[in-house]
């Protein structure tokens, strides 16, 4: 894999897995319907 | 599977690239779907409310609507489909009828009574039922549960009183909407749904 190909995902994975553990801090994540939530995002 | 076709594949892909584990994959899909939904509800919300010419209306009650629904919790549907479709109807449909009511009784000397009365009522709702949790996102530690109703009280009391500082404007009216539309999916009634979901 190309170091820009890698930093790319890389950059996307980090603020993908930021946002699911800013979710973690609130009661529900969407207006209606909550995805099931990990495990390890339950408070 | 919990999640959409298009997060799991995204997801798997991400984890096979950067040789994360299954549970870093599991997250990653459930951001994914949370993001995905998130853009599309807001997006179809404002569309709604566009096509009804209450735009900039409709901004103002979705958010004070989804700030108060992040610290109190509500009740939801079994799809996203259905929450998308109630969303895209009931945000402008309350929207709509606060603009109406301001354009009609916005002047009257018992209006801003009338918007004092909804808040201390969702003030009474909040106090009393928030945090409502669901079972795709439980909420099971205590001092957590105490802290979101603490500040979910805070938020109604902080709309509350934007709502009496811009009582001449349609935005009191837009932001008692959306706190008046989701402090009564906290009410009981609409448990029996989520808890069969």
Redesign the interface.
């Known amino acids: 894999m190309s170091k820009v190909k890698m930093a790319v995902l890389t950059v996307a994975t980090t603020a993908l897995l930021l946002f699911a553990s800013a979710t973690s801090v609130f009661a529900c994540v969407i207006c209606m319907y909550q995805p099931e939530t990990p495990k390890s995002l339950i408070r | 599977m ?2 959409s076709r298009f997060s799991t594949t995204v997801s798997k892909y ?1 984890a096979r ?2 040789k ?1 584990d299954s ?2 994959e ?3 899909a ?6 995905i ?2 853009v599309v ?1 807001y997006a179809g919300v404002i569309a709604v409310g566009w096509l009804l010419g209450i735009a900039k209306a409709i901004i103002v009650t979705i958010i004070a ?2 700030v108060l ?9 079994s ?2 489909y ?3 479709l ?2 895209a109807v009931s945000y402008p449909a309350a929207c709509w009828a606060s603009q109406r009511a301001f354009a009609l009784w916005g002047r009257e000397p018992l209006a801003p009574a009338v918007l004092l009365i909804i808040c201390l009522c969702c003030l009474a709702i909040v106090a009393a039922f ?5 079972p ?6 205590e001092t ?1 549960r105490k802290r ?1 109703k603490l500040l979910a009280v805070i938020a109604v009391l902080a709309y509350s009183l934007a709502v009496y500082l811009l009582r001449d404007t349609y935005i009191a009216y837009a932001v008692t909407a959306g706190m008046a539309l989701q402090s009564l ?1 906290l009410l009981p009634l609409f448990g029996i749904k989520r808890l069969t979901s």
């Open positions: 919990p999640y991400l690239e950067l994360l549970e870093r599991q997250v990653i459930y951001s994914l779907d949370s993001l939904l998130y509800g609507g989804d629904r992040k610290l109190s919790g509500g009740a939801h549907f799809t996203p259905r929450c998308l109630f969303s928030a945090p409502v949790d669901c795709a996102k439980p909420i099971v530690s957590f979101l999916t």
